[in-house]
């Protein structure tokens, strides 16, 4: 079954810090990764998508890994800001899929606190 | 960059109304937009997939005959909740993909619509 894991669920720290956000998937075969931030009440907004041949991508403070064999994948965010406080999800695309249907995870909310 | 955009951002109906909410793609075609359902602290459930000019592929569990989906042209698709009742109440949202373009097939995701059914 296509699933895809994140932790932790939710992550409190302090304005300035860094955080690592975790996702795990079994969606199979692969065709892309992408991080989403959701700030409440809003739409999801891209921050980053990988392939299968990227290991890194980064957006700013957003930093994201990929290891398509082990099928994981982070999201770093570095100096952390009140406005980083938000809801992130990790999507899986499936390949050859023709519509390209996205497999959502369920999200790790971030309070950033001052 | 690519927008898309949803009307309206929120919306109270009565128990038995019928509502519609619109999503559009502002700068790009999309044969494709996809609508979702979001419950609180939870992560978005795929409803249906819309094609311009065909009927739309609904996801098992999704009645057709209550979220009737349009999708009239390349920038426009419409969800109509039909005889709204409390538990319809959620945060939808749409997604268009690009045709082409710097990242054809991308998905892009609207702002969503709160719908309050009381």
């Known amino acids: 079954k296509n699933q895809v894991e994140q932790s932790p669920q939710s992550l409190i720290i302090l304005e300035g810090k860094n955080c690592t956000l975790q996702c795990n998937y079994t969606v199979s075969p692969f065709s892309n990764l992408r991080w989403y931030k959701q700030d409440t009440g809003r739409g999801p907004v891209s921050l980053t998508i990988?392939?299968?041949?990227?290991n890194t991508k980064s957006n700013g403070r957003y930093t994201a890994t990929l290891d398509a064999d082990t099928k994981q994948s982070s999201l770093h965010i570095t100096a952390s800001q009140l406005s980083d406080s938000a809801s992130y999800i990790c999507v899986v695309s499936g390949k050859n899929t023709g519509f390209q249907k996205l497999v959502f995870g369920t999200g790790t909310r971030l309070l950033v606190s001052p | 960059g690519a927008v898309v955009s949803q009307h309206p951002s929120r919306v109270i109906c009565k128990s038995g109304t019928s509502v519609k909410i619109e999503c559009r793609s502002l700068?790009?075609?999309?044969?494709?937009m996809f609508w979702y359902r979001q419950f609180p602290k939870k992560s978005l459930m795929l409803m249906a997939t819309?094609?311009?000019?065909?009927?739309?592929?609904?996801e098992q569990g999704v009645e057709k005959d209550k979220f009737l989906i349009n999708h009239a042209s390349l920038t426009l698709s419409t969800l109509t909740v039909t005889s709204a009742h409390p538990e319809d109440s959620s945060f939808y949202i749409c997604?268009?993909?690009?045709?082409?373009?710097?990242?054809?097939?991308?998905?892009?995701f609207g702002p969503g619509t709160r719908l309050t059914v009381t």
């Open positions: 819309s094609n311009e000019g065909s009927k739309a592929t609904y």
């Open positions: 700068d790009f075609q999309a044969t494709t």
């Open positions: 997604s268009a993909r690009a045709m082409s373009g710097a990242a054809p097939y991308e998905q892009y």
């Open positions: 990988m392939t299968f041949s990227e």
